[in-house]
Every structure is written in structure tokens, then in C-alpha cells.
């Protein structure tokens, strides 16, 4: 089932405690997906490129490994940092991301890289994470988040949403559906020499809508040709740098609902969890409409 959410803070509101809106909207949907909980966080504050990855407890030599595989790289760290399952390495880096990006997921498991973009991600609810990396204390602009109902994949972390555009940075995606024709559009993309580190169709459409943007298609455009491209139910969010988007399928059989004013848009799976940031208070809010689309930005 899987359950979405995702806030945008408005101009002179854009540095909010981000974490502890997200916290409280994924609580609210949490029933639609026990496992697992991930956030995408879009901050101020990173020093250079942050890298944060996955790490099996028993695997002590993948802090080594890092170190070395950046050392090759030619980035130099500037900050590291242990946060429950992950390591988290701001560094310098002034080459080409997408190489660079392919030589560290060989290292050890990366799940984000950016330099506002955060991904925490593992296996227990919203406050099981944020007691553990202590999200609700994470100011910022914008986030997206996901708690996951495993169907087709282990309760794992590396299994949580949300998913990073693998070798583009700052850019995530969290998605409630099923993309069908999946192998036909991500062999398209290896064949023009794309990496793809697991078999989730959210990576996919981070993939495909980051290489639109990266030849100069605005994320606005390259949400209206997703709902022509993507074929299956569907409703997603992602995020970039400056902002985030929503499609939904023409079907519309996966649920979302919205809450827009002055300050911030707030969009989740249900209603409930637009409900926990306004306690006691009714909402005017909105379902976008089958096979529809929009952004927000800075």
C-alpha cells in the first residue's frame, strides 16, 4: 500500500523545522506502511557534497573503503560522521558527478548524494528514525517522505523510499504504484550508459525525469511527458534542489490529496497526515485530478 508526503516551505518561510513537519505527516499514514520510513531533506548547512551510505554492521572495512574510493576520486572529506546504519561524508569534489557517483556505489551502498539533499532511510516507523537521527530536529526548505508496506522486496533499508536519481545530484522521489513497462524504459537508459543499482521502479523515474532535466527540460515538462511515458497507477512526488512536483497517472488509482496557502503546500497519500500539521483546525484541501501535474519552487 505505501503511504507519501512531501512540504514545500514558501519565501521567507523556507527554513522551517522541516524534519519535525515530515515526522509528524508520515506518523499520520504510518498504518499504510509499518516496515520501513525514509525522508529526502533539502538543507542549508552542507559543507561541499554530502554522500551518506548504507552499512551492514558487521562490515567494518566499508568506512576504509569510502576513504579510499574518494581518495581515488580526487574529493577530499571535509566531515564524516556515524548515524545509525549509515555514514554520512560531507567532502570537496569538482568533477563530474555521474562517473563519480557509479566509482563510490562500488564502495559501499549510496543511497543519497547532493549539496542540500539528505536521505535517511531505514527499517521502523517516523519516531523509531527520528529517535535514532534525530530528523525532527532537521531545519530546511522542502522534503519528501515515504513509509513502505513490503510486498516485493525484503525490510531492509537500503529496500526504504525514498530513492536518489542515481549519478545526479540533489534530486529524489518518493511513489505509491507500479510502473509496468519498467525493463523497456530503464534498458533505454542503459543502453545510453546509465547505472541503476536496484530493481525499484522509483529509481527509475528518478533516473528518467533527472536526464530530462539534465538537457534542459524544466521539471514542469518533464512531469506532463511522465504521465505519457510512465505506463501503470501511479501517484509520485520528487524533489530537487529548488523545489518539488506531483504526477499522478490518468487512472488515478493511487490516492493523493493537497493543502496549499501562503506559507507552505503540503501533499500526502491521506488526509490525515495534512491534518498533523494543523491540529484541530479543518483544511480546505484538494485531489489533484487524474493524469495531472505541478511544481513548486524557490
Not at 530546511?140 to 536519481?165: C, N, Q, Y
Not at 496549499?260 to 503546500?265: I, Y
Request: glycine share 10%.
Amino acid at each position: 500500500m505505501c503511504g507519501i508526503a512531501g512540504i514545500f516551505f514558501k519565501g521567507a518561510n523556507s527554513n522551517q523545522v522541516l524534519g519535525k513537519a515530515l515526522v509528524d505527516m508520515l506518523d499520520g499514514c504510518q498504518h499504510r506502511g509499518p516496515d520501513s520510513t525514509g525522508f529526502a531533506l533539502y538543507k542549508e548547512g552542507i559543507d561541499g557534497l554530502r554522500l551518506r551510505f548504507l552499512v551492514e554492521p558487521e562490515d567494518e572495512q566499508a568506512p576504509r573503503r569510502i576513504r579510499a574510493a574518494l581518495a581515488a576520486q580526487g574529493a577530499r572529506i571535509e566531515r564524516e560522521t556515524r548515524e545509525g546504519v549509515s555514514f554520512v561524508f560531507d567532502v570537496a569534489f569538482e568533477g563530474e558527478i555521474r562517473p563519480f557517483a557509479y566509482a563510490m556505489e562500488h564502495a559501499a551502498k549510496l543511497v543519497s548524494m547532493g549539496t542540500s539533499l539528505d536521505i535517511i532511510k531505514d527499517v521502523g516507523s517516523s519516531h523509531d528514525l527520528d529517535s535514532i537521527y534525530h530528523v525532527g530536529e532537521v531545519h530546511g526548505s522542502h522534503g519528501i517522505g515515504h513509509v513502505r508496506l513490503a510486498t516485493e522486496s525484503d525490510v531492509k533499508p537500503e529496500s526504504a523510499h525514498p530513492f536518489w536519481a542515481t549519478g545526479f545530484a540533489d534530486i529524489a522521489i518518493v511513489h505509491n504504484g507500479q510502473i509496468t513497462n519498467y525493463w523497456k524504459m530503464r534498458r533505454r537508459l542503459e543502453a545510453r550508459g546509465f547505472e541503476f543499482r536496484t530493481d525499484n521502479d522509483s529509481e527509475l523515474i528518478a533516473v528518467y525525469l533527472a536526464d530530462k532535466m539534465a538537457h534542459g527540460t524544466p521539471l514542469e515538462t518533464a512531469l506532463e511527458e511522465s504521465v505519457d511515458d510512465l505506463d501503470g497507477t501511479f501517484s509520485f512526488l520528487v524533489s530537487t534542489k529548488n523545489g518539488i512536483g506531483y504526477a499522478k497517472d490518468r487512472l488515478a488509482a493511487k490516492p493523493m490529496v493537497m493543502y496549499e496557502d501562503e506559507q507552505l503546500v503540503a501533499i500526502a497519500s491521506e488526509e490525515v497526515s495534512l491534518n498533523r500539521l494543523f491540529p484541530g483546525r479543518p483544511l480546505a484541501t484538494t485531489e489533484p485530478a487524474p493524469g495531472t501535474h505541478r511544481t513548486w519552487s524557490r
